[in-house]
Every structure is written in C-alpha cells, then in structure tokens.
C-alpha cells in the first residue's frame, strides 16, 4: 500500500478513493509502523502524510511511523490560501 496514493487523493477531495484506501489498509491489516515515508510529495503532502499516518495508527491502536514525528506542519494551514468555501481565510461561522 503506498501511503502516497491516500495523500493524493486526501488533497484532490477524492473521498472515495480515500475510503477505499484506508478500507484495503484495514483489511490487509497494515502494520502503520513499517510504513516508508511516502516520496515524490511536496511539504503540503508530507504534512498530510504525517498526520494521517499519526491518526490512523492512533486509531488502530499502533504506533506511528518514525518518519511521521519528524514531518513539520510543512504550510498545511495555508495549502491553497483558500477554504472550501472559496474565500482567502473565510471559515464556515456560526450564527448566534
């Protein structure tokens, strides 16, 4: 399983595709700590490669990949200068 192939399709909103990936992982029982460090990803997407493979290893009861403690945030916060909904630093509100 090539965590890169999640990465992808995380960024792209490919919710399906995500699914499918963590639903196989699960099946084949990926042991999250043997996990290579995924390549050919820019920060954003080691940022998000880390994250994930922290979360789904936490949830599956596992340790992380070593490689995932060492990956900063790598401008996750700021990955296209936009939310979903469109606007530079507009957040979904709650009105009161």
Request: with cysteine.
């Amino acid at each position: 399983m090539n965590l890169a192939d999640l990465v992808r399709a995380l960024l792209a909103f490919d919710a399906l595709a995500a699914r499918q990936w963590v639903a196989d992982s699960m099946r084949q029982g990926l042991v999250w700590a043997s996990v290579p460090e995924p390549t050919g990803l820019d920060a954003v997407g080691m940022g998000v490669a880390a994250g994930v493979a922290e979360l789904l290893a936490g949830r599956a009861g596992q340790e992380a990949p070593a490689w995932a403690k060492a990956v900063g945030a790598g401008g996750c916060a700021r990955r296209r200068g936009r939310s979903r909904s469109g606007g530079v630093g507009s957040w979904p509100r709650r009105s009161s």
